[in-house]
């Protein structure tokens, strides 16, 4: 079993900075990518940054030079999130490629945390 934990949500006025962390545990092999997505109602989830097992990072248009991804061991990923904008309210997911011990690869989830940027 692998589970991905977020922490590190909530609420900021606009032009403010929060940080996401994101933890994985269980029976890890290895794990490839981790990734931030993000979502509102009505709409797709979409790629925030993503970071590779060697930190190959890549971001979406709308947070470069405003984001960063980074990951501080081989199973924590973290966003640093600066001059937040009102459309950056969504939730945030935490996302994995992860090998299981003795098993195959899936993509696993987070449960979402909630960042709401008031204007």
């Known amino acids: 079993q692998v589970q991905l934990v977020e922490s590190g949500g909530g609420l900021v006025q606009a032009g403010g900075s929060l940080r996401l962390s994101c933890a994985a545990s269980?029976?890890?092999?290895?794990?490839?990518?981790m990734a931030w997505y993000r979502q509102v109602p009505g709409k797709q989830r979409e790629l925030v940054a993503a970071i590779s097992s060697s930190g190959s990072t890549d971001y979406a248009d709308s947070v470069k030079g405003r984001f960063t991804i980074s990951r501080n061991n081989a199973n924590t990923v973290r966003l640093q999130m600066n001059s937040l904008k009102p459309e950056d309210t969504a939730v945030y997911y935490c996302n994995g490629v992860i090998t299981v011990r003795a098993g195959p690869t899936y993509d696993y989830w987070g449960q979402g945390t909630q960042v709401t940027v008031s204007s």
């Open positions: 269980g029976s890890i092999f290895s794990i490839n990518t």
